[in-house]
């Protein structure tokens, strides 16, 4: 069983910058997938970004390619979403998700992930 916390979100300025933390707590990094889904209101869900934890490969929907990056520091059990020049676009519930694998490969789609974390609000807005 895994159990992820979100931590992080704030408000910020359009330009501005955040960085969100996603610690899991009950089983290590180690083989676990992590991706950042994010969900506005009235929208679906979207994949942001994820990192496979066998090899270190990352993904980015198009939207936050260049913007964003996804780090990760095993030894915390924590994976960060560093969001840099901001858009009002950003604004959502950021939430993290996590799944067991040994493959190395990650995904931006919900239904692939197994663990959720509960969510932290994103608001970006002069």
């Known amino acids: 069983q895994v159990q992820l916390v979100e931590s992080g979100g704030g408000l910020v300025q359009p330009g501005g910058s955040l960085r969100l933390s996603c610690t899991t707590s009950g089983s290590a990094l180690d083989h676990h997938s992590i991706g950042w889904f994010r969900q506005a209101p009235g929208k679906e869900r979207e994949g942001v970004s994820c990192?496979?934890?066998?090899?270190?490969?990352?993904d980015y929907t198009d939207s936050v390619q260049s913007r964003f990056t996804i780090p990760r520091d095993n030894a915390k059990n924590t994976v960060y979403l560093q969001m840099n020049s901001l858009k009002p676009e950003d604004t959502a519930v950021y939430y993290c998700a996590a799944r067991f694998t040994v493959q190395a490969m990650c995904q931006l789609r919900a239904r692939w992930y197994d663990y959720w974390g509960q969510g932290t609000q994103v608001t970006v807005s002069s």
């Open positions: 990192i496979n934890s066998n090899d270190g490969n990352t």
